[in-house]
């Protein structure tokens, strides 16, 4: 039995494994590793994808985070509103510089920030807000950015899942103040380690970013303000280029294999699909379906019954995210209980994402649909 894995980068290699060795080696070549015209090049080429004017490449989406509440001035005594739903960096930034992180629940259908209780949310301290593109699917950035400007806050794109995604016809990261980005290996533009860049408008905001980046230097060995090493290496930076060059290709091909699980799995009772968003325009980094609870036992999981048994069929799956960042144990300080962000909550208990890559074919769908309705009449 062939397995089914939730993504498989060695298939990508296969494809462009001939342009990215190329790429690497012309960088070994070069000498130049740090920084350069490498990085310079994939720095313009982004700016240009995003349709911003800047792009600040940097050593991980984490960093891109930080360097930016960094660059905004955020930091003790202010809030940052975001969701509890998500991977912890986007909380754990805000608590790194010092600012106390404001989790509201999610929407049950797209799983993103409900920006009705971001409004209510918002406080004297409140400096920021971090909406967070999960799993591909843009938030309403027309709603959140009405909401952010009649109260002057600023507004930094998670934009780590969802490069090439569009809300209202604009690129995901060129709508905020600031948009960040992972280039993670598993991501729809993905590095062969880790990397990351923020994008922006703002000239003031751009400068300082690249000063943040490398130590908070302006000029060699004159050091501004204090920063931290935080630069991409120029393999990665060409590795990116040539990858680049197929996001929207495989970005299609994503929303293709979307498609066809929507026919295939449609029939199958007691599973919730993800929809189409209005006015956006989502990439598909997952494919995250739910399995509907049977019971209110969170040892009894119907979904981690379900997963357990697709993998004796061969069929790999992930769970994104099991416990809520409110819920975590760093974040008890905070004084969350349980119940108090129920949506978040209930998805952390029901979603299953399933296998989804730009080379999944169709005949592995089928048989990851075929498990699927064979094991939940099991389970």
């Not at 049950?108 to 920030?113: G, H, I, K, V």
């Not at 008890?332 to 890559?357: D, I, T």
Request: with cysteine.
């Amino acid at each position: 039995m062939n397995k089914i894995p939730p993504f498989d980068l060695s298939e990508q290699y296969k494809l462009i494994g001939e342009a990215v060795n190329s790429a690497a080696l012309q960088v070994l070549a070069s000498g130049k590793y740090i920084g350069g015209a490498w990085v310079e090049q994939f720095e313009e080429q982004f700016a240009r994808y995003i349709g911003t004017n800047h792009c600040i490449a940097c050593n991980s989406g984490t960093d891109a985070l930080y360097l930016t509440l960094r660059a905004l001035g955020v930091g003790a005594g202010d809030e940052v509103i975001t969701t509890p739903f998500t991977f912890v960096a986007t909380a754990e930034v805000i608590s790194a510089v010092g600012a106390t992180p404001v989790f509201v629940d999610i929407e049950a259908d797209t799983f993103n920030l409900n920006l009705a209780a971001v409004a209510a949310a918002i406080t004297d301290r409140t400096r920021a807000v971090i909406p967070v593109h999960l799993f591909g699917a843009p938030v309403d950035m027309t709603r959140l950015m009405t909401i952010a400007q009649a109260r002057n806050l600023f507004v930094i794109e998670d934009c780590a899942q969802a490069t090439g995604a569009e809300w209202a016809g604009q690129k995901v990261g060129s709508i905020g103040h600031i948009g960040c980005f992972s280039y993670y290996p598993t991501k729809n533009l993905g590095a062969c380690g880790d990397g990351g860049s923020i994008t922006t408008n703002d000239v003031a905001l751009h400068d300082r970013l690249r000063r943040l980046r490398d130590h908070g230097r302006r000029g060699a060995y004159y050091y501004e303000e204090l920063g931290v090493n935080s630069r991409l290496d120029a393999i990665q930076a060409a590795i990116l280029q040539v990858k680049l060059t197929h996001l929207d290709t495989w970005n299609q091909q994503r929303q293709d294999i979307a498609d066809r699980y929507q026919q295939l799995l449609s029939p199958i009772p007691g599973l919730t699909l993800p929809q189409s968003i209005a006015n956006g325009k989502s990439v598909w980094n997952q494919y995250t379906i739910r399995v509907q609870e049977q019971t209110a036992d969170p040892a009894d999981s119907q979904r981690d019954r379900l997963r357990a048994k697709l993998q004796e069929k061969g069929v790999l799956s992930a769970v994104y995210y099991p416990l809520a960042l409110h819920l975590q144990p760093a974040y008890q300080s905070l004084g969350y209980q349980p119940g108090q962000l129920p949506e978040a909550e209930r998805a952390s208990r029901e979603v299953l994402s399933l296998p989804m890559f730009p080379e999944l074919t169709a005949d592995q769908q089928e048989q990851v649909a075929y498990a699927l309705k064979d094991c939940l009449s099991a389970v």
